[in-house]
């Protein structure tokens, strides 16, 4: 397989492997344990099938897009002949790459694709071949059922979404047979990559209780004061729905005003205090603010009668009234930061009609006011999907892991198939 295929092969250190394995097996027996529990606890399944699960409409959409294709076979047609002609411009390239000929690619990956940055994918002919066969196929499949007619806007939008899925999980970088840089690492390493790729895999299992939740990120490497929270602060003031905040000064004075950062209660306000040389809260607090950050709970069930006027109540408008009587100003600036920034504006409509104009300024990052055209998370809340967000909110909070997995679906080949490549076929 070209360079790939050229690498000595070498040989693992038998103790690391030992180690490896040893980790697998602990981790395979958590899995089985985990899963034995549940069974005991949920009871064995009435029948040999398992419950099918479709709450995002995937199934009825697709259904819809082809019937309306099947009424439409002009359409299929073309976007055949498009494909075949594709494909017979692509055989024709790749033999007169084969004979030393210089000739156009059919298709190239978007500027921005990083899937295909490997040199093999362009000067091996046979991992050109596969990268250009993948490209005209995924091409030819989105243009086939995005256009479709007939379809509403809603299923229109789940056809093109999961299309776009579907395509990006068949990417041949996702698999070790088409990838050239996992094979190369797998025999420079002796085989001992795929052995820290299933070690990955069973981890994330393991850390999903028997789901697989994919690492991102290196839980060890954070340290608190250093790369996470790393400026001086205290708490001032605390109630069931958040924690006050509040930095200490860096400068011989102060500015006369306040400010107030709300962060979304989706993450955590560290996110604006990661590293001093990009941290928001110490630039702020050296300009000679006074800063006073949100820090949100964790819901647990316990809050399944809370709500947005809650948020609203206990959150923005009590943060008000703790910074007056920390500092004795009535009056203060904002910044509202994601769904912080929603929670800010829906807090100053209110304190508006209470005549409460104690919010001088507000400043929003990366907020949205209006709904109505949410973009892709459309197809994440339908009625369809409402109603089952609800069933799931009656324990009284969501879970943390369902709204990222939507968050990363939006941006897949970034969010998830990356990490899967690195963490699973690199090892």
Same mark, same amino acid.
């Given at each position: 397989m070209g360079q790939a295929a050229n690498l000595p092969i070498s040989t693992p250190d038998p103790a690391e492997v030992a180690g490896v394995l040893n980790e697998i097996a602990a981790a395979g027996k958590s899995i089985l344990a985990h899963k034995l529990k549940n069974t005991m606890n949920?009871?064995?399944l009435g029948s040999s099938e398992l419950p099918v699960n479709d709450d995002l409409g995937i199934a009825p959409a697709f259904a819809n897009a082809k019937l309306n294709l099947l009424l439409d076979p002009f359409h299929l047609a073309e976007q055949q002949i498009k494909y075949m002609q594709d494909a017979s411009r692509l055989w024709q390239s790749t033999w007169m790459g084969l004979w030393g000929l210089k000739s156009d690619p059919v298709i190239e990956p978007d500027r921005g694709d990083h899937r295909?940055? &490997? +040199?093999?994918? +362009? &000067?091996?002919?046979?991992? &050109?071949?596969?990268?250009?066969?993948y490209l005209i196929t995924a091409r030819c499949l989105y243009s086939t059922l995005t256009g479709v007619k007939g379809l509403d806007d809603q299923k229109q939008a789940k056809v093109d979404f999961f299309t776009r899925q579907f395509i990006d999980a068949l990417a041949p970088t996702n698999f070790l047979i088409t990838n050239p840089a996992a094979q190369r690492e797998f025999i420079g390493s002796g085989g001992l990559s795929v052995l820290k790729g299933l070690r990955n895999l069973l981890k994330d299992i393991e850390k999903g209780n028997g789901q697989l939740k994919i690492s991102m990120t290196d839980q060890d490497a954070f340290e608190l004061g250093k790369n996470v929270a790393v400026t001086p602060g205290k708490v001032v003031y605390q109630n069931d729905m958040m924690q006050l905040l509040q930095y200490n000064p860096s400068t011989e004075q102060v500015l006369k005003r306040p400010l107030l950062i709300v962060p979304p209660w989706i993450n955590k306000f560290y996110i604006l205090d990661l590293r001093e040389k990009n941290s928001l809260i110490k630039w702020a607090v050296d300009q000679g603010h006074t800063v006073f950050v949100v820090s949100w709970v964790n819901p647990d069930e316990t809050y399944a009668e809370k709500g947005f006027d809650d948020y609203v109540l206990d959150g923005i408008v009590a943060a008000t009234d703790a910074i007056e009587q920390a500092t004795g100003e009535k009056e203060i600036n904002a910044i509202g930061y994601c769904l912080g920034g929603t929670l800010l504006a829906t807090t100053l409509a209110y304190m508006a009609s209470k005549r409460d104009s104690r919010i001088k300024s507000a400043t929003f990052f990366a907020t949205m006011m209006d709904f109505a055209c949410p973009g892709e998370l459309g197809i994440f809340i339908d009625e369809e999907q409402l109603a089952s967000l609800e069933k799931r909110l009656e324990r009284g909070y969501l879970d943390g892991s369902e709204m990222a997995s939507t968050f990363n679906m939006l941006r897949a080949n970034d969010l998830i198939w990356s990490f899967v490549v690195n963490n699973y076929l690199l090892g």
């Amino acid at each position: 397989m070209g360079q790939a295929a050229n690498l000595p092969i070498s040989t693992p250190d038998p103790a690391e492997v030992a180690g490896v394995l040893n980790e697998i097996a602990a981790a395979g027996k958590s899995i089985l344990a985990h899963k034995l529990k549940n069974t005991m606890n949920n009871g064995a399944l009435g029948s040999s099938e398992l419950p099918v699960n479709d709450d995002l409409g995937i199934a009825p959409a697709f259904a819809n897009a082809k019937l309306n294709l099947l009424l439409d076979p002009f359409h299929l047609a073309e976007q055949q002949i498009k494909y075949m002609q594709d494909a017979s411009r692509l055989w024709q390239s790749t033999w007169m790459g084969l004979w030393g000929l210089k000739s156009d690619p059919v298709i190239e990956p978007d500027r921005g694709d990083h899937r295909f940055k &490997d +040199e093999l994918w +362009e &000067d091996h002919p046979m991992y &050109d071949f596969i990268k250009q066969s993948y490209l005209i196929t995924a091409r030819c499949l989105y243009s086939t059922l995005t256009g479709v007619k007939g379809l509403d806007d809603q299923k229109q939008a789940k056809v093109d979404f999961f299309t776009r899925q579907f395509i990006d999980a068949l990417a041949p970088t996702n698999f070790l047979i088409t990838n050239p840089a996992a094979q190369r690492e797998f025999i420079g390493s002796g085989g001992l990559s795929v052995l820290k790729g299933l070690r990955n895999l069973l981890k994330d299992i393991e850390k999903g209780n028997g789901q697989l939740k994919i690492s991102m990120t290196d839980q060890d490497a954070f340290e608190l004061g250093k790369n996470v929270a790393v400026t001086p602060g205290k708490v001032v003031y605390q109630n069931d729905m958040m924690q006050l905040l509040q930095y200490n000064p860096s400068t011989e004075q102060v500015l006369k005003r306040p400010l107030l950062i709300v962060p979304p209660w989706i993450n955590k306000f560290y996110i604006l205090d990661l590293r001093e040389k990009n941290s928001l809260i110490k630039w702020a607090v050296d300009q000679g603010h006074t800063v006073f950050v949100v820090s949100w709970v964790n819901p647990d069930e316990t809050y399944a009668e809370k709500g947005f006027d809650d948020y609203v109540l206990d959150g923005i408008v009590a943060a008000t009234d703790a910074i007056e009587q920390a500092t004795g100003e009535k009056e203060i600036n904002a910044i509202g930061y994601c769904l912080g920034g929603t929670l800010l504006a829906t807090t100053l409509a209110y304190m508006a009609s209470k005549r409460d104009s104690r919010i001088k300024s507000a400043t929003f990052f990366a907020t949205m006011m209006d709904f109505a055209c949410p973009g892709e998370l459309g197809i994440f809340i339908d009625e369809e999907q409402l109603a089952s967000l609800e069933k799931r909110l009656e324990r009284g909070y969501l879970d943390g892991s369902e709204m990222a997995s939507t968050f990363n679906m939006l941006r897949a080949n970034d969010l998830i198939w990356s990490f899967v490549v690195n963490n699973y076929l690199l090892g």
